[in-house]
């Protein structure tokens, strides 16, 4: 199993890794100042991808060794949704995707809840939604309260789309790491493989469940049902103070780091902030 995972791993970081140096090749022979921007965009996408596809291996070597724990905190219900919509609206109007988000009022409560695992569970599954969507679609996010039930779950979260869909042949194996999809239909779509089945863990370990139902050209649909608790409004701390912009200008910094590169790029970006750094080699 482990020998499969590295290969596949090593596979699909190879291919954005490859984009990198390629590209980056070209920049430095280009003298046309335009087309030199564009590599680097195209370096910067695929570096991007390679980093969210060694944060995804990682998040998965953590859960499967048992070291990812939930660290619930009060936060607001509503908090979490505007982030999540936030961050994917711009996707979603690019291709001209109707991104259509229902909640009830009661999610907007302040909920005792990992926020991070909860953002990442709906950051997935509804990015995967606008990926595999084509131009003019609808992606529609709802939830509703459940009855009470020998799960302990409360609430039902439901992300669909009316997208490319799965193959039958794949759905058996959806949450599997690196279960990717290879169809003429999803054109350029990147990803790593592991976004479903760190979800998949993650709703384990919330103590809910993930289902999902698809049909090719038609569109799919994930359920997911999580046990969230709501803190009442008396006991929660006061998270309305925000905390001031400080100004690092005149500051001294003293940076710990043994790679040249890395303290070449912070040297950079904390002089462009005023800072003046000193840099020790290790620890």
């Not at 695929?46 to 990812?68: M, Q, Y």
């Not at 994917?88 to 995707?97: F, H, N, T």
């Not at 998949?200 to 139902?213: A, Y």
């Not at 049909?215 to 006991?235: D, I, M, Q, W, Y």
Request: hydrophobic share 40%; glycine share 8%.
């Amino acid at each position: 199993a482990k020998s499969a995972f590295l290969s596949n791993m090593s596979h699909d970081m190879r291919t954005p890794l490859n984009a990198v140096l390629g590209f980056t090749d070209l920049a430095l022979r280009e003298a046309d100042t335009e087309k030199k921007q564009e590599y680097l965009k195209k370096v910067k996408s695929s570096g991007a991808l390679l980093l969210d596809l060694v944060d995804d291996t990682l998040d998965l070597s953590r859960i499967e060794s048992g070291k990812l724990v939930l660290v619930p905190e009060a936060v607001e219900g509503q908090v979490i949704w505007d982030s999540v919509v936030t961050s994917l609206r711009p996707a979603a109007e690019q291709k001209q995707i109707s991104l259509l988000i229902e909640s009830p009022e009661d999610l907007h409560q302040t909920l005792w809840v990992d926020r991070l695992k909860l953002q990442k569970v709906l950051l997935n599954l509804i990015s995967n939604a606008i990926k595999y969507t084509p131009l003019g679609g609808t992606v529609r996010v709802w939830t509703r309260r459940l009855p009470a039930s020998g799960t302990g779950c409360t609430h039902l979260i439901t992300v669909e789309d009316n997208g490319i869909g799965i193959s039958p042949d794949l759905l058996p194996e959806i949450f599997e790491p690196f279960s990717q999809e290879h169809r003429a239909e999803a054109g350029n779509v990147s990803g790593t493989g592991l976004g479903l089945a760190i979800v998949k863990r993650i709703v384990d370990l919330m103590n809910g469940t993930i289902d999902v139902q698809s049909k090719p050209h038609c569109g799919t649909r994930f359920t997911v049902a999580l046990p969230l608790v709501t803190v009442e409004s008396g006991k929660q701390a006061d998270r309305s103070k925000s905390e001031a912009c400080v100004s690092l200008a005149g500051k001294k910094v003293l940076l710990c780091e043994d790679n040249d590169l890395n303290a070449e790029i912070v040297n950079i970006l904390l002089r462009e902030k005023g800072v003046d750094m000193d840099r020790a080699a290790n620890g």
